[in-house]
């Protein structure tokens, strides 16, 4: 697959310099302009080294993916943070991981639709999304929701087992009149 738009980091994927038999049977195509957009389940992924005893607690089989409810994933996210046991909290998600990861390597523009919790505190979980997210990234078609968005956490055990633990908050709550149907049209094809 052709990575779309133009590349900031010409060693990674250069794109003017054809190979030198092909660019004799075509055109170089020129620059263009382009975004990509992207809809997703926001969730924020925090990542974790806990006892089994933790897990036990609440009801987490080890080496499981289990769904938590909102009140089970906010006593577990102060818990952990309390103990100081968090070692990372950052964006997830397929689509919001690919956008950002497009606009990092194009060093260009891409727009993102999903929910996110109408209060952000500094320091909270919404907040290190927004903050390890890429500038380049468009958040403001983001849908404003009541409550958190989704949760990923990530228990890793002593033995290295990894225990996942999802709590789905608001991240589902997007609305058809959030997406810009107009943005969304403006963005140029590229494949």
Same mark, same amino acid.
């Given at each position: 697959?052709?990575?779309?738009?133009?590349?900031?980091?010409?060693?990674?994927?250069?794109?003017?310099?054809?190979?030198?038999?092909?660019?004799?049977?075509?055109?170089?195509?020129?620059?263009?302009?382009?975004?990509?957009?992207?809809?997703? *389940?926001? !969730?924020? @992924?925090? &990542?974790?080294?806990?006892?089994?005893?933790?897990?036990?607690?609440? +009801?987490?089989?080890?080496? #499981?993916?289990?769904?938590?409810?909102?009140?089970?994933?906010?006593?577990?996210? *102060?818990? !952990?943070? @309390?103990? &100081?046991?968090?070692?990372?909290?950052?964006?997830?998600?397929?689509? +919001?991981?690919?956008?950002? #990861?497009?606009?990092?390597?194009?060093?260009?523009?891409?727009?993102?639709?999903?929910?996110?919790?109408?209060?952000? &505190?500094?320091?909270?979980?919404?907040?290190?999304?927004?903050?390890?997210?890429?500038?380049?990234?468009?958040?403001?078609?983001?849908?404003?929701?009541?409550?958190?968005?989704?949760?990923?956490?990530?228990?890793?055990? &002593?033995?290295?087992?990894?225990?996942?633990?999802?709590?789905?908050?608001?991240?589902?709550?997007?609305?058809?009149?959030?997406?810009?149907?107009?943005?969304?049209?403006?963005?140029?094809?590229?494949?």
């Amino acid at each position: 697959m052709k990575f779309p738009g133009q590349r900031k980091s010409k060693h990674y994927f250069p794109v003017k310099n054809r190979d030198p038999l092909l660019a004799q049977l075509t055109q170089q195509p020129k620059p263009f302009s382009t975004y990509v957009c992207g809809i997703d *389940q926001t !969730l924020v @992924d925090i &990542e974790a080294k806990v006892e089994d005893e933790l897990l036990a607690r609440y +009801g987490l089989p080890k080496g #499981n993916s289990t769904l938590i409810n909102d009140e089970q994933a906010h006593a577990l996210y *102060q818990e !952990l943070k @309390d103990n &100081e046991m968090i070692s990372d909290e950052f964006a997830g998600g397929t689509i +919001g991981n690919t956008v950002h #990861n497009y606009s990092i390597l194009a060093d260009d523009r891409s727009v993102l639709f999903g929910v996110m919790s109408k209060s952000v &505190e500094v320091g909270s979980y919404a907040y290190r999304y927004l903050c390890h997210t890429s500038s380049k990234v468009d958040l403001n078609y983001l849908q404003p929701v009541q409550g958190p968005i989704g949760r990923c956490f990530t228990l890793i055990s &002593e033995c290295g087992e990894r225990t996942f633990a999802i709590s789905k908050g608001s991240m589902d709550k997007l609305t058809p009149d959030h997406i810009d149907k107009d943005v969304i049209q403006a963005a140029q094809r590229w494949f």
